[in-house]
């Protein structure tokens, strides 16, 4: 079954204490990619992966790393979370290329206090 | 920056009535992608138009991608309660067909049994 992990699912953490967020995918995707989505504000990317070792930032990196190690993970780094962070997180996965349907985890609910 | 915008944000409807939202961008898009996203739920993707005025069908969903590729619709045949959800759609930023992509803000749709 075509899946995308996200973990944790829920997270309440205290401001400055690093956290990661990771995300798993199991189709050998070659795209991957990290949004937030707060209300109003509709879905905002992060960061985005088109292959190993290869990231670029999305509309919001600020505050945010990521790391493309291994084809099939792509996890989110929060060095020093604010407050400003807390927000749901969705990560997303897809084959390049036209018209491939892209597939999105669960997502990951994280405050920060 | 582009800019994806959409209307409206929100629409309530009666059970059997049709539904549209609009996507309009501030660039020429490579492609045009439409995502649904129940309430709690994750977005799912529905469909990706790459070519001008192209119109697709998915049984009572009907998308159109604008003759100078810059705006898109999604029509909805008689709405059912199922079809509850928030409506986005995203383009790739800078005429790329892949990578950095925009979301608009999304249609908040209610559909009343």
């Known amino acids: 079954e075509a899946q995308v992990t996200q973990n944790p699912r829920y997270l309440i953490t205290v401001t400055g204490k690093k956290l990661t967020v990771t995300c798993s995918q199991n189709?050998?995707?070659?795209?991957m990619s990290w949004y937030r989505q707060d209300p109003g504000l509709g879905l905002r990317q992060i960061y985005y992966?088109?292959?190993?070792?290869?990231?670029d930032k999305g509309d919001v990196p600020e505050g945010y790393k990521v790391s493309r190690k291994e084809k099939r993970n792509f996890p989110l780094i929060l060095e020093s979370p604010s407050p400003n962070q807390t927000s749901l997180y969705f990560c997303?996965?897809?084959?390049?290329?036209?018209?491939?349907?892209?597939?999105f985890g669960e997502g990951s609910w994280l405050t920060v206090v | 920056g582009q800019q994806v915008m959409q209307i409206p944000q929100y629409q309530h409807v009666q059970e059997g009535e049709d539904f549209t939202t609009y996507c309009n961008s501030s660039t020429t898009l490579s492609n045009i992608q439409w995502y649904k996203q129940r309430p709690g739920g994750h977005p799912v993707f529905l469909i990706q138009?790459?070519?001008?005025?192209e119109v697709k069908k998915q049984k009572r969903l009907t998308f159109q991608f604008g003759e100078a590729k810059k705006n898109s619709s999604l029509h909805i045949t008689a709405t059912q309660t199922t079809d509850v959800g928030t409506y986005f759609c995203?383009?790739?930023?800078?005429?790329?067909?892949?990578?950095?992509?925009?979301f608009g803000q999304g249609t908040i749709l209610t559909v009343h049994p």
């Open positions: 997303a996965s897809s084959r390049l290329g036209v018209g491939n349907t892209i597939y």
């Open positions: 189709m050998n995707h070659e795209y």
């Open positions: 138009l790459v070519k001008s005025g």
């Open positions: 992966s088109m292959n190993v070792e290869v990231t």
């Open positions: 995203a383009g790739p930023a800078g005429g790329t067909s892949y990578g950095k992509l925009t």
